[in-house]
């Protein structure tokens, strides 16, 4: 397009024909960069057809939303850049260096959100959606629009990879100063570990890789082992136990690192997790207990665990309602791997295991994943004459459980009738009837039949129904007044 065509285009006529007139175009001052971008547009080899620079100029519109403000001029002043809010992570609200789309559809910055799935979330964060898998794809088409915007405003971001995350290379230096700075005090052993947990977060790739390094699980142990010439500092406990939470998924032998922990040469780290649990981070506690429920992998590592007492002690206390929702969840979920044994079911109910899953079943607004695992090892509790009997003598924790078989999940519905059914059917346990039988447990019972339960959950109904068929005309006659409709037998 020669120079007179492209002034009569930008006057409104191209080749003589009469075409849409753009009114004048504005920028604000800090995004007033089309003139840099429609330049390097426009200096390809071939010319742009009217129709090609209308569609680029909605592109990039947009992009870059336009203001009424001011002028565009042929030679501008770079005060600031506003980035588009679609390039940025929901998560870290940085633009996003390796753009990746989850199930939902949404996307976030590769780094950011698999550090929130490492944590153990099962959501999706803007939406809070579950999520039925947790892989995602490369946004592409994403990274090359930012690629563009970056080239285009003369302003390069960061690169893919961040300048503070360690080369292999450098990694490999920085473990060799971490192993001797038990014998060099004048390196920063904190300042060390850091750098390792950076490069542990920054991707999966460098997960794996350390997972796979010769000889850096066993370091990592052996400074939990060794828990008092760690200078007194439970923030470097911390940080050891952050580093292997990051990499357990992609640890495949856990019976090694089972033998690490549980047999070490001073056997103190259970005692260095004891530790953490009672003055760390939420953090590291998670990464804690999610160690110790990776090493939980059989009868003979799950009673080395619960010899500890102490520890078991502090993952209940932290279980408690008043704690973080998702320390909660981790530390059930600890419990629930070590409680097979029945010694271990025991001791959790000597120590009271009974009466925070009661707290946390009374509350309201618990949420739903906890209210499954708390019914779970309340199942596991009360196969045991000492759990029943705790459980049987408050009225209360029994209508607690009656009330989660409906309206929570197929899940909490199968432990509780799962609870209800052993208690009330199976050991007959009259206390437990009785108070089923005072909070209305057969009507509930009823309207769980007639629902879209599982064929076990519908038996175990029905041999509840005939329990309370036998010791309870009254509460059949109350059903009677209020929900005749359905017929039970």
Request: aromatic share 6%; net charge positive; hydrophobic share 40%.
């Amino acid at each position: 397009m020669d120079l007179s065509n492209k002034q009569k285009y930008y006057n409104g006529k191209a080749n003589g024909e009469s075409i849409l007139r753009h009114p004048p175009l504005t920028l604000p001052i800090n995004l007033s960069l089309y003139i840099p971008f429609h330049f390097h547009i426009t200096h390809l080899n071939s010319p742009l057809s009217p129709l090609n620079s209308i569609s680029l100029f909605v592109l990039f519109h947009s992009l870059f939303p336009l203001s009424s403000t001011t002028m565009v001029r042929e030679r501008v002043v770079d005060l600031c850049i506003t980035v588009p809010t679609f390039f940025k992570c929901p998560i870290s609200l940085d633009v996003m260096k390796s753009p990746v789309s989850l199930c939902t559809g949404v996307t976030y910055d590769r780094s950011s959100i698999q550090r929130w799935l490492d944590d153990g979330n099962n959501t999706c964060p803007a939406t809070m959606q579950i999520l039925p898998t947790k892989d995602f794809v490369p946004n592409r088409t994403l990274h090359s629009l930012i690629q563009i915007w970056t080239d285009s405003v003369h302003h390069r971001v960061e690169p893919v990879v961040s300048p503070s995350v360690l080369s292999n290379q450098q990694l490999l230096q920085t473990i060799t100063d971490l192993a001797s700075s038990g014998l060099n005090r004048t390196l920063n052993r904190f300042g060390l570990i850091m750098k390792v947990i950076h490069f542990a977060q920054d991707s999966d790739q460098n997960r794996t890789f350390l997972a796979k390094l010769d000889g850096f699980i066993p370091l990592m142990v052996s400074f939990l082992d060794n828990v008092e010439n760690v200078d007194k500092s439970i923030e470097f406990l911390e940080q050891t136990l952050t580093v292997l939470g990051l990499i357990l998924e992609k640890i495949k032998v856990r019976e090694g690192l089972k033998n690490l922990v549980l047999k070490g040469k001073n056997k103190k780290c259970l005692d260095s997790m004891v530790l953490v649990l009672q003055k760390g981070s939420n953090n590291s506690r998670i990464a804690t207990a999610r160690v110790l429920k990776f090493i939980a992998i059989d009868a003979e590592s799950e009673l080395l665990i619960a010899e500890n007492e102490a520890l078991l002690t502090e993952l209940l206390k932290l279980s408690s309602p008043e704690n973080d929702s998702k320390l909660i969840e981790n530390c059930l979920s600890c419990l629930i791997a070590i409680s097979k044994p029945k010694r271990n079911k025991q001791k959790l109910v000597k120590i009271g295991v009974m009466k925070i899953l009661s707290k946390l079943l009374k509350e309201s607004n618990t949420s739903v994943t906890v209210v499954e695992k708390a019914l779970k090892l309340v199942e596991t509790a009360s196969s045991t004459s000492e759990g029943r009997r705790e459980m049987c003598e408050d009225a209360a924790f029994v209508a607690a459980i009656l009330n989660k078989i409906r309206n929570v999940s197929n899940v909490a519905t199968e432990h509780a009738v799962t609870t209800l059914w052993s208690v009330c059917y199976l050991f007959r346990d009259q206390k437990a009837q009785e108070a089923v039988t005072m909070a209305n447990g057969l009507t509930k019972i009823l309207l769980l039949i007639q629902s879209n339960c599982s064929p076990q959950v519908r038996q175990m109904c029905t041999d509840l129904l005939k329990i309370f068929r036998v010791n309870s005309k009254s509460c059949l006659s109350s059903y009677d007044t209020k929900t005749s409709h359905i017929m039970p037998f």
